[in-house]
């Protein structure tokens, strides 16, 4: 079974870190391209990050110099570090599996950040 699950969100201050994981299975990981997505209440969903298979990256210029995202093949995971992190960062944030022709695209679930004092 193909599943993808995002973890690690929470309520953080203003100025705070959260690190979020996306695992993956039941697919060959490595082959993947991996984004991330956010979605504000009332907003549209907004790219954030994405890597590519073999490891560029890529970022929404309002995260550019904040986050951080990297993935381990070994482990089947996506990370994003998140720093610096302002209110408008809250959201649900998702990601996104999709190999290089398009053919398969798994979408995980979702994990809430909120950024609060």
């Known amino acids: 079974q193909v599943q993808v699950v995002e973890s690690g969100g929470g309520l953080v201050q203003p100025g705070g870190s959260l690190r979020l994981s996306c695992a993956a299975s039941?697919?060959?990981?490595?082959?993947?391209?991996i984004r991330w997505y956010r979605q504000a209440p009332g907003k549209q969903r907004e790219n954030v990050a994405v890597?590519?298979?073999?490891?560029?990256?890529g970022y929404a210029d309002g995260v550019k110099g904040r986050f951080t995202i990297s993935r381990d093949n070994a482990k089947n995971t996506v990370y994003l570090q998140m720093n610096s992190l302002k209110p408008e960062d809250t959201a649900v944030y998702y990601c996104?599996?999709?190999?290089?022709?398009?053919?398969?695209?798994?979408w995980g679930q979702g994990t809430q950040v909120t950024v609060s004092s």
């Open positions: 039941g697919f060959i990981f490595s082959a993947y391209v």
């Open positions: 890597i590519t298979i073999d490891g560029s990256t």
């Open positions: 996104n599996a999709y190999d290089s022709r398009r053919i398969h695209d798994y």
